[in-house]
């Protein structure tokens, strides 16, 4: 009998937990509002609120990335431009915070503030497990290009207890990479990984195909772990948004040209080894094309990613990626009526769908916020920017729920808690990626609200575990993943 109830209690479930929640979405439009870019936020259903309108020197202007929650629960993101060093050109940015309880944004570092400062971020912040916010510059540093005509870019880190912004790395200097558009990570050896679209050691006279680097917070030694371009003429050129960990060992991430059909690849780097292997070649006949952003990992244990060309028309796609068998299916293709060209990375919220945005279409070609459901493969434009309200969005979403309260904000992503395979039989296996570092527990809950199993991490950053659930009787569950008091849930099926 409880296995015919397994759909019904699941909806059940899923339901009072998405009641139980206020999600929102936020984000960031590098165009718009006052011309110079907007902060918003809106819910799951499409109704929005503009928040902030940047508008250049006392505010920042034009950014390109995405928001990050940080351990005192503000919100942190990168300006391309503005700030108070910014005069005309391309030589400002600002780092910024975001009380939402307050609405007020602030300006804690304006780039440029010196000759080896880094200038025009383009990316997203992390908060690493020292606390510390790191993040890149587009240029700036200390290495001149003489191909671009400015400095190669850095990385920096900036101290929210303090607000001391230092200089890390310059990039630049052959044969290392340059000019990077994408966001760090942290590895499980502590390591900070990322991409660059230049540089590297091939191709040099026109900037090279990119590489992949680490920096090691505790030595202050930026390595090059691999120049594209070594494999040959399918390799892939330019990788760009950020890497994702899969294991202890494997890092996946995104080309947006190269690769047997020059549209761009999907690699594996093996930290242990130094292997890189080109995992999928987009472009083939009406396949998607041209990657941009990051994979990320749903629930159902897929991983799902975003292309800004391909598709039927031509105009960009949503793709599944199933690691196991490297295969690879366009989910939808964007194009007349929908959105167009979306170049940054999806999210999964709490609801379970998955939501993005579009750099361009929607009903005033200003770009759109939309939602794809998983399970029944429909998508839904659930906002059309307008001008006003914003126009081409380029980072990703990040929800944020308990809005109104200011305080304890749980913040959700993709990474955030995954569990898989989902219905299991057998054990599951449980991942946790943080912002920052924080005193974990993961508990499994029945529908009685019994805990059926328990563990305390610690404090991490990323924690990985298989969960026995042989011994459990068929039903629903919750797995809980508390940090104080933040709770992140994801439910699970376990039939026999």
Not at 356 to 376: E, H, K, L, P, R
């Amino acid at each position: 009998m409880i296995k015919q109830l397994l759909p019904f209690l699941a909806l059940l479930f899923s339901a009072l937990y998405s009641q139980a929640q206020t999600p929102s979405l936020w984000g960031m439009t590098p165009h718009g509002g006052s011309n110079e870019g907007t902060l918003f936020q809106l819910d799951t259903t499409g109704a929005i609120g503009v928040d902030y309108h940047f508008s250049g020197l006392s505010t920042g202007s034009f950014p390109f990335g995405s928001f990050i929650q940080a351990s005192d629960t503000l919100l942190y993101g990168l300006t391309f431009t503005g700030g108070a060093n910014y005069s005309g050109s391309d030589n400002g940015g600002a780092l910024i915070s975001y009380n939402i309880a307050t609405g007020t944004e602030t300006i804690l570092h304006s780039f440029g503030s010196g000759a080896t400062d880094g200038v025009s971020p383009y990316a997203s912040l992390l908060q690493a497990s020292n606390g510390l916010l790191y993040g890149t510059t587009f240029w700036g540093g200390t290495n001149y290009l003489n191909y671009e005509e400015q400095d190669g870019g850095t990385i920096f880190s900036y101290d929210i207890s303090t607000g001391e912004e230092n200089v890390l790395h310059s990039f630049g200097k052959y044969p290392d990479g340059s000019l990077v558009d994408g966001s760090l990570i942290q590895g499980k050896d502590s390591l900070l990984y990322g991409v660059t679209p230049l540089g590297g050691a091939f191709d040099t006279i026109y900037g090279g195909n990119g590489t992949i680097f680490s920096y090691n917070m505790a030595t202050g030694t930026e390595t090059v772990l691999y120049s594209f371009g070594s494999g040959g003429a399918n390799d892939g050129d330019e990788p760009q948004g950020a890497l994702i960990l899969v294991n202890d060992s494997l890092l996946y991430g995104l080309t947006t040209y190269g690769g047997k059909y020059d549209e761009g690849t999907i690699f594996s780097y093996n930290i242990h080894t130094g292997n890189v292997i080109i995992t999928y070649n987009f472009g083939n006949g009406t396949d998607a094309s041209r990657p941009s952003g990051a994979l990320i990992r749903a629930n159902n244990g897929l991983y799902y990613g975003l292309t800004w060309a391909g598709g039927t028309t031509d105009s960009g796609a949503i793709f599944s990626y199933n690691i196991s068998n490297d295969n690879e299916i366009v989910l939808h293709s964007f194009g007349p009526g929908d959105g167009k060209t979306p170049f940054g990375s999806l999210i999964q919220a709490s609801n379970g769908l998955l939501y993005g945005t579009t750099f361009t279409g929607g009903t005033s070609d200003s770009g759109t916020v939309f939602s794809y459901n998983i399970s029944t493969g429909t998508e839904k434009v659930i906002h059309n920017f307008t001008g006003a309200d914003g126009a081409s969005p380029y980072g990703d979403l990040l929800e944020v729920t308990n809005v109104t309260s200011g305080i304890n904000q749980v913040l959700v992503n993709n990474d955030q808690l995954s569990v898989y395979p989902n219905p299991s039989s057998d054990f599951v296996h449980a991942t946790i990626q943080l912002y920052h570092p924080s005193n974990l527990q993961l508990r499994l809950v029945n529908m009685l609200g019994q805990t059926v199993w328990v563990t305390n991490a610690g404090t991490v950053s990323n924690y990985q575990n298989n969960i026995s659930v042989a011994g459990l009787t068929d039903g629903v569950y919750v797995l809980q993943a508390t940090t104080g008091t933040k709770i992140v849930t994801q439910k699970l099926v376990v039939t026999h």
